[in-house]
């Protein structure tokens, strides 16, 4: 199965007046459609660093950075951008609904930066919002919502262009362990069922046992790669708790 997302000896550096600081050092790294990968590490490994340059957000200072054979470490910054909104679903910690709307149209918003005409839009949000449940509070803001109700309309945001791969930055980081593990089985479901190839980063151990790949960053390398022995760790404890 050919990559998806390629990073070939990627190197990040930031300049803080004379000094230099290597956030990604020479990685490389293949990501195949239907993967499910989490980037773990300690504070200041790089993990967001490279979220961010696998997710098109950040360019490399040196290396290549590859999207279904395509090298984007060549395009400006407004073909970038729509390929991101097309190809890449973000899902973050802290949600980032915009305020303002609803639920309908925090979802809807990705896909008029794709000149996605209304109907359409409104047609596919309302899909959405039946698939992760929340149907009746299509015309709720925010902040009349629960944290784990937000993350799921994130999600649903995340999914509205049908995009190759969805990035998910500490997608349980502000939830309480219950709410946690709904919106990993959620992505569990996207990624089992519709195929859906997901990268998170976490610094949960509980989390990644939900991956099938885990990758660990110590100080901008990669430390290990390895397919994980255990999945669906929260499930499993679950099913023992009801079977006690």
């Keep these: 199965m050919g990559a998806l997302i390629e990073l070939v000896d990627v190197w990040k550096t930031y300049h803080l007046g004379k000094t230099s600081l290597d956030a990604l050092k020479n990685i490389s790294l293949k990501i195949n459609k239907g993967d499910f990968l989490a980037i773990m590490g300690p504070s200041g490994s790089g993990k967001s660093t490279a979220m961010n ?14 999207l279904e054979g395509h090298d984007v470490s060549k395009l400006s910054e407004n073909e970038l951008a729509r390929i991101r ?6 899902v973050f910690q802290l949600f980032n609904l915009l305020p303002t709307l609803t639920s309908l149209e925090n979802i809807m918003l990705p ?17 959405l919002l039946e698939i992760i449940g929340l149907r009746e ?17 994130a999600i649903a945001r995340s999914l ?24 990993m089985d959620m992505l569990v479901n996207l990624h089992k ?6 990268v998170v980063v ?3 151990v509980r989390i990644a046992k939900y991956a099938k790949r ?8 990669i430390a290990s790669d390895h397919k994980t022995a255990k999945r669906f760790l929260w499930k499993e404890e679950k099913e023992k708790k009801k079977k006690a």
């Design 111 to 127: 896909m008029i930066f794709q000149d996605i005409p209304r109907e359409e839009r409104e047609k596919k949000a309302h899909e």
């Design 85 to 90: 909104g097309k190809k890449i679903g973000f």
């Design 137 to 153: 509070r299509a015309n709720h803001r925010p902040n009349e919502l629960s944290g784990g109700e937000q993350q799921r309309i």
């Design 193 to 198: 069922k519709q195929n859906k190839t997901i």
């Design 214 to 221: 885990v990758i660990n960053l110590i100080d901008g390398s």
């Design 53 to 66: 340059v696998i997710g098109c957000l950040d360019m490399p200072t040196r290396g290549k950075v590859f």
């Design 160 to 183: 509205a262009n049908s995009p190759s791969i969805i990035l998910a930055d500490e997608p349980t980081g502000n939830l309480d362990s219950r709410t946690g593990q709904t919106i």
């Design 202 to 204: 976490t610094h949960d």
